[in-house]
């Protein structure tokens, strides 16, 4: 069963470094999101590509981070620079497509701890 | 703004026993409403939605859910809990293409022997 793959798994690092996450969607998923789960919360949305756009970034602190899909398959979360507040997990979902109906399936996320 | 409560933060239930997990969503448009669970340091795993047609919706594992319109309620259900469904539950709301996902705040299911 294809899955979403994302490295690393764990991630610490301390504050005012550069971090960055990968992300590898299902194959054929045109969608490709990027959450940010705080402890004990639901995920929140960052970012959103379609193929190799952003469509939705309105959550994403620009300040600090940043997102791209360069050639619409893979893609890349950084923060920069890392401060103590950023400490979640993130987590990468893609869907076949954009509409409502659609299903996400999510990757296994990367812990962020920032000392 | 679209928006999913999810009203219990935990639920305890023993083994063999029905589970349900309450959930209920702002009125705006016909919602897509999805179900996903968690396990420790995982990603979320998709359980089950409700798009339209048939209020009574069947998913993996033996959970399903119904949808309410009147009550705007989505609740999951399960006939009889097992101790390897202990975990966190989310549900999550979308009305269109156009619209974010939106997590409720999740509950943690405790099933014990």
């Known amino acids: 069963e294809a899955e979403v793959a994302q490295s690393p798994r764990y991630k610490i690092t301390e504050k005012s470094q550069a971090v960055a996450f990968w992300c590898d969607p299902i194959s054929g998923h045109a969608t490709l999101y990027w959450y940010r789960q705080i402890l004990g919360q639901g995920p929140e949305l960052l970012v959103q590509f379609q193929d190799e756009s952003v469509v939705d970034d309105s959550q994403l602190p620009k300040d600090r981070f940043s997102a791209e899909r360069l050639k619409g398959v893979d893609s890349t979360l950084k923060i920069q620079p890392a401060e103590l507040g950023d400490s979640a997990m993130y987590l990468c979902?893609?869907?076949?497509?954009?509409?409502?109906?659609?299903?996400?399936?999510f990757g296994p996320g990367t812990r962020l701890l920032v000392l | 703004a679209q928006s999913v409560a999810q009203p219990e933060d935990q639920v305890n239930v023993a083994e063999g026993n029905p589970l349900t997990v309450k959930c209920t969503y702002s009125?705006?448009?016909?919602?897509?409403l999805f179900w996903y669970v968690q396990y420790p340091n995982r990603g979320l795993q998709f359980l089950l939605k409700?798009?339209?047609?048939?209020?009574l919706v069947k998913g993996s594992y033996g959970f399903e859910a119904e949808f309410n319109k009147s009550q705007t309620s989505f609740h999951l259900k399960k006939p009889s809990a097992l101790v390897s469904d202990s975990a966190l539950y989310f549900c999550a709301v979308r009305y269109n293409a156009g619209n974010m996902l939106t997590f409720g705040g999740g509950t943690r299911l405790m099933v014990k022997p």
């Open positions: 009125v705006s448009g016909n919602p897509y």
């Open positions: 979902a893609s869907s076949l497509r954009a509409g409502g109906q659609e299903t996400q399936y």
């Open positions: 409700y798009i339209t047609g048939d209020n």
